[in-house]
């Protein structure tokens, strides 16, 4: 410990010497563009491995994506169409429906929001825009862009084209239309009860936003018919949604299951797609959630589904003329993980499982749901990224979860090998073609915005592909953080932590700015690039050292560490943010323990909320974005999932969870922050707690984003928002004292 104090102290003198760079503002930070360069989004490898196609920020307005290309073999990218180019100057319109799905997509431009490539000759890609659906075709002469004639009325929603690209499907005021991609062709209707509590092909609220499922149908591998999910949601409790403007309220209904409440009936269809003929597939009766669904390359459906309390996942195919047959089942007895692993291969179906202790790739039999292991990494595996007949490409966890790295492992079994351009303190995800031959590699280090490279497996060298350089001086504003072992409540668990010194020391000792989450699903200490990097920059040259920690529960650790919410939130994380904050000042040298703030959103909101409502605190004050405060008000998969059942609020993991009872114990500083728009954690959540802390007689501060949804997007409202925490900060933490 005195070796690190006096490394750290001679790292502090020696950055004193040197010149220090620029002053970094509120104002470049989110203005336009952005430090990071206008990145790449949802890039793909075209099927057949020709293309690489992705949504570019427009040169005039980063907050506008475009669609892309770049050839394969290399050569520069081209804009095949903008929205500007289609829309002749009319403004574009979203429809309430559409707007929630981008927010569940965590979508916040506007423009081109997605796409998808049509076929499998490489020729042709769709996507929707101000309701009406194109087809973009990459021809001799260029790019040729054209609308599809379905006439007016609501959106065309959710367009997906059928395997060989003849036609397409899409939905519309609730029910699921085809087209056939041919000169003259008619929209043919496969469904007639669609209304607006009855949707046919889509995610309902639940799928989308907690089980990563943004879709409702799905084509036949021959085209000639849809599995789809028939949604019934008029058995879901109305929330109305005051989303209060500046100069006007308009009310929303959403159905929004709260936890222990109804959620949407979900029945499942196979349909053909030239007759409308329907098949039910039978559920039994504790299928309550669908999570993913598709076709095996012999024609037969197949679902994985969840029971309520999602301990138990499973895969299930049906055959027609046969009873439905399970072919695995995953249990656990806190929970099982959601996931993407299911891909048919000669020897068998790769499936992921965390039975081991910590997930690892499997092949089953699908006759028998024999397991077979594949892959026995010391870290846990992440997903797979795709299959070939011969070998299996993959991510798994390195650096105890700070580090992602890119594998190949034989399908005959073998020691998996990295993907070349492995290295340390780096994040590596990827996209494949058809044929697992080509990877779209996604490559980021802390400092280094993701960066994309076009790689064939076997080889070496790697095609660098389109993405704007960044702004010269974020090199000057990357300071590498310190990475520390501080331990978890219990004493013994090490948990991950980066540190960040203050540039502006001065004298004495400075305050720290903690960032933490604390909730399961997501881990933020990591090597990769950092979306908070400029902002820690910012504090620091403020003179405040910035802490960034994962407590147990989070991501990218073995089940054990993972599952430390089970039936309790409020307490491990909490416990764990309180030790590791009073380990600081013992193992980092000139730190005010006195002088210690919070700032966390959405979950980190719940946490800072909470942390503040201790008597034991260590911080001196706290910012809470959109936090839950109520856990009764957030949605059923989510929260059952950590906390069981409410029992009308009166079980011990919701009534230990709620914080407007706890509001007696606020004594410092605490910064409340809330769009009114929010449909994810209602506005509601908020305004129960401002009242219990009203009527206990407390102070607070309280800032609120007429008309703004979760993510609190726009550069003008993200701009308040990091100068109200700015003065926050500098009013109770008071940096170069």
């Given at each position: 410990?005195?070796?690190?104090?006096?490394?750290?102290?001679?790292?502090?003198?020696?950055?004193?010497?040197?010149?220090?760079?620029?002053?970094?503002?509120?104002?470049?930070?989110?203005?336009?563009?952005?430090?990071?360069?206008?990145?790449?989004?949802?890039?793909?490898?075209?099927?057949?491995?020709?293309?690489?196609?992705?949504?570019?920020?427009?040169?005039?307005?980063?907050?506008?994506?475009?669609?892309?290309?770049?050839?394969?073999?290399?050569?520069?990218?081209?804009?095949?169409?903008?929205?500007?180019?289609?829309?002749?100057?009319?403004?574009?319109?979203?429809?309430?429906?559409?707007?929630?799905?981008?927010?569940?997509?965590?979508?916040?431009?506007?423009?081109?929001?997605?796409?998808?490539?049509?076929?499998?000759?490489?020729?042709?890609?769709?996507?929707?825009?101000?309701?009406?659906?194109?087809?973009?075709?990459?021809?001799?002469?260029?790019?040729?862009?054209?609308?599809?004639?379905?006439?007016?009325?609501?959106?065309?929603?959710?367009?997906?084209?059928?395997?060989?690209?003849?036609?397409?499907?899409?939905?519309?005021?609730?029910?699921?239309?085809?087209?056939?991609?041919?000169?003259?062709?008619?929209?043919?209707?496969?469904?007639?009860?669609?209304?607006?509590?009855?949707?046919?092909?889509?995610?309902?609220?639940?799928?989308?936003?907690?089980?990563?499922?943004?879709?409702?149908?799905?084509?036949?591998?021959?085209?000639?018919?849809?599995?789809?999910?028939?949604?019934?949601e008029s058995g879901v409790a109305v929330k109305t949604r005051a989303q209060?403007?500046?100069?006007?309220?308009?009310?929303?209904?959403?159905?929004?299951?709260?936890?222990?409440?109804?959620?949407?009936?979900?029945?499942?269809?196979?349909?053909?797609?030239?007759?409308?003929?329907?098949?039910?597939?039978?559920?039994?009766?504790?299928?309550?959630?669908?999570?993913?669904?598709?076709?095996?390359?012999?024609?037969?459906?197949?679902?994985?589904?969840?029971?309520?309390?999602?301990?138990?996942?499973?895969?299930?195919?049906?055959?027609?003329?046969?009873?439905?047959?399970?072919?695995?089942?995953?249990?656990?007895?806190?929970?099982?993980?959601?996931?993407?692993d299911l891909t048919e291969t000669p020897r068998g179906l790769l499936w992921?499982?965390?039975?081991?202790?910590?997930?690892?790739?499997?092949?089953?039999?699908?006759?028998?749901?024999?397991?077979?292991?594949?892959?026995?990494?010391?870290?846990?595996?992440?997903?797979?990224?795709?299959?070939?007949?011969?070998?299996?490409?993959?991510?798994?966890?390195?650096?105890?979860?700070?580090?992602?790295?890119?594998?190949?492992?034989?399908?005959?079994?073998?020691?998996?090998?990295?993907?070349?351009?492995?290295?340390?303190?780096?994040?590596?995800?990827?996209?494949?073609?058809?044929?697992?031959?080509?990877?779209?590699?996604?490559?980021?280090?802390?400092?280094?915005?993701?960066?994309?490279?076009?790689?064939?497996?076997?080889?070496?060298?790697?095609?660098?592909?389109?993405?704007?350089?960044?702004?010269?001086?974020?090199?000057?504003?990357?300071?590498?953080?310190?990475?520390?072992d501080l331990k978890a409540a219990d004493g013994s668990t090490p948990l991950?932590?980066?540190?960040?010194?203050?540039?502006?020391?001065?004298?004495?000792?400075?305050?720290?700015?903690?960032?933490?989450?604390?909730?399961?699903?997501?881990?933020?200490?990591?090597?990769?690039?950092?979306?908070?990097?400029?902002?820690?920059?910012?504090?620091?040259?403020?003179?405040?050292?910035?802490?960034?920690?994962?407590?147990?529960?989070?991501?990218?650790?073995?089940?054990?560490?993972?599952?430390?919410?089970?039936?309790?939130?409020?307490?491990?994380?909490?416990?764990?943010?309180?030790?590791?904050?009073?380990?600081?000042?013992?193992?980092?040298?000139?730190?005010?323990?006195?002088?210690?703030?919070?700032?966390?959103?959405?979950?980190?909101?719940?946490?800072?909320?909470?942390?503040?409502?201790?008597?034991?605190?260590?911080?001196?004050?706290?910012?809470?974005?959109?936090?839950?405060?109520?856990?009764?008000?957030?949605?059923?998969?989510?929260?059952?999932?950590?906390?069981?059942?409410?029992?009308?609020?009166?079980?011990?993991?919701?009534?230990?969870?709620?914080?407007?009872?706890?509001?007696?114990?606020?004594?410092?500083?605490?910064?409340?922050?809330?769009?009114?728009?929010?449909?994810?954690?209602?506005?509601?959540?908020?305004?129960?707690?401002?009242?219990?802390?009203?009527?206990?007689?407390?102070?607070?501060?309280?800032?609120?984003?007429?008309?703004?949804?979760?993510?609190?997007?726009?550069?003008?409202?993200?701009?308040?928002?990091?100068?109200?925490?700015?003065?926050?900060?500098?009013?109770?933490?008071?940096?170069?004292?």
């Amino acid at each position: 410990m005195k070796t690190l104090m006096t490394l750290l102290a001679t790292a502090c003198a020696t950055s004193a010497a040197l010149a220090q760079p620029p002053a970094l503002s509120l104002e470049r930070i989110t203005a336009d563009p952005p430090l990071a360069g206008r990145l790449p989004r949802q890039p793909e490898v075209s099927p057949g491995g020709q293309w690489v196609s992705f949504l570019r920020p427009s040169q005039a307005d980063s907050e506008v994506l475009e669609l892309w290309a770049q050839p394969a073999a290399g050569g520069e990218p081209r804009k095949l169409v903008a929205a500007a180019d289609l829309l002749g100057g009319a403004e574009q319109k979203l429809s309430e429906a559409e707007k929630m799905a981008l927010e569940r997509k965590r979508i916040t431009q506007r423009g081109i929001t997605g796409y998808q490539w049509c076929g499998q000759d490489d020729s042709a890609l769709l996507f929707p825009l101000s309701g009406d659906l194109y087809v973009v075709r990459l021809t001799a002469a260029g790019p040729q862009a054209q609308k599809l004639s379905l006439g007016e009325g609501a959106p065309k929603l959710e367009p997906r084209c059928a395997p060989d690209g003849r036609s397409l499907a899409y939905v519309q005021g609730g029910n699921l239309f085809t087209l056939p991609l041919a000169a003259g062709a008619k929209p043919r209707q496969l469904t007639k009860d669609g209304s607006e509590t009855l949707t046919w092909g889509l995610a309902e609220f639940i799928a989308a936003e907690e089980l990563s499922r943004q879709r409702g149908y799905w084509w036949s591998k021959d085209g000639k018919s849809l599995l789809a999910l028939r949604v019934d949601e008029s058995g879901v409790a109305v929330k109305t949604r005051a989303q209060i403007f500046a100069d006007r309220t308009a009310m929303t209904e959403q159905r929004y299951p709260a936890a222990g409440e109804a959620n949407a009936r979900v029945s499942v269809f196979v349909i053909d797609a030239a007759t409308g003929r329907q098949r039910a597939l039978p559920l039994p009766a504790q299928a309550e959630y669908i999570s993913r669904a598709g076709w095996f390359a012999d024609g037969t459906p197949w679902l994985q589904w969840f029971t309520r309390d999602q301990t138990r996942l499973t895969l299930t195919e049906f055959k027609p003329g046969a009873a439905p047959r399970d072919i695995t089942t995953e249990t656990d007895p806190a929970w099982v993980e959601v996931h993407d692993d299911l891909t048919e291969t000669p020897r068998g179906l790769l499936w992921s499982s965390e039975a081991s202790g910590r997930r690892q790739l499997v092949l089953l039999d699908r006759a028998s749901g024999a397991r077979t292991p594949l892959t026995d990494m010391p870290e846990p595996v992440d997903h797979a990224v795709c299959a070939s007949d011969q070998a299996v490409v993959f991510t798994a966890a390195g650096d105890r979860g700070k580090s992602q790295e890119l594998y190949t492992v034989p399908l005959a079994g073998g020691r998996p090998q990295p993907v070349a351009g492995a290295g340390n303190r780096q994040w590596r995800d990827a996209k494949a073609d058809a044929a697992c031959r080509r990877l779209l590699v996604t490559r980021s280090a802390w400092g280094e915005p993701p960066r994309l490279e076009l790689r064939t497996l076997g080889q070496q060298t790697a095609i660098a592909l389109a993405g704007d350089a960044p702004d010269p001086a974020l090199r000057q504003y990357t300071n590498l953080p310190l990475a520390l072992d501080l331990k978890a409540a219990d004493g013994s668990t090490p948990l991950n932590a980066f540190f960040f010194q203050a540039q502006d020391r001065r004298e004495g000792k400075h305050p720290v700015i903690v960032l933490a989450y604390g909730g399961p699903g997501a881990a933020t200490v990591n090597w990769g690039w950092g979306r908070d990097m400029a902002l820690i920059a910012y504090w620091q040259q403020r003179g405040y050292g910035v802490l960034t920690l994962d407590t147990r529960g989070m991501q990218h650790r073995d089940r054990d560490f993972t599952r430390a919410h089970h039936r309790a939130f409020g307490k491990t994380e909490v416990a764990d943010l309180f030790a590791a904050v009073r380990q600081l000042p013992g193992t980092v040298p000139y730190i005010d323990a006195a002088r210690i703030g919070f700032f966390g959103w959405s979950y980190g909101g719940f946490l800072g909320a909470r942390a503040m409502l201790d008597a034991d605190t260590p911080f001196a004050a706290a910012v809470a974005v959109a936090p839950v405060t109520d856990w009764t008000l957030y949605d059923t998969a989510y929260t059952e999932r950590y906390l069981g059942m409410p029992d009308g609020g009166k079980a011990e993991a919701y009534a230990s969870a709620n914080l407007p009872s706890r509001a007696a114990l606020l004594t410092k500083p605490l910064l409340l922050v809330h769009g009114t728009a929010d449909d994810n954690v209602l506005f509601e959540h908020t305004l129960r707690l401002v009242e219990s802390l009203q009527t206990a007689g407390k102070t607070f501060d309280l800032q609120i984003y007429p008309g703004k949804a979760h993510g609190i997007a726009g550069r003008a409202a993200r701009l308040h928002l990091y100068r109200t925490m700015d003065a926050f900060f500098e009013r109770h933490l008071k940096p170069g004292t």
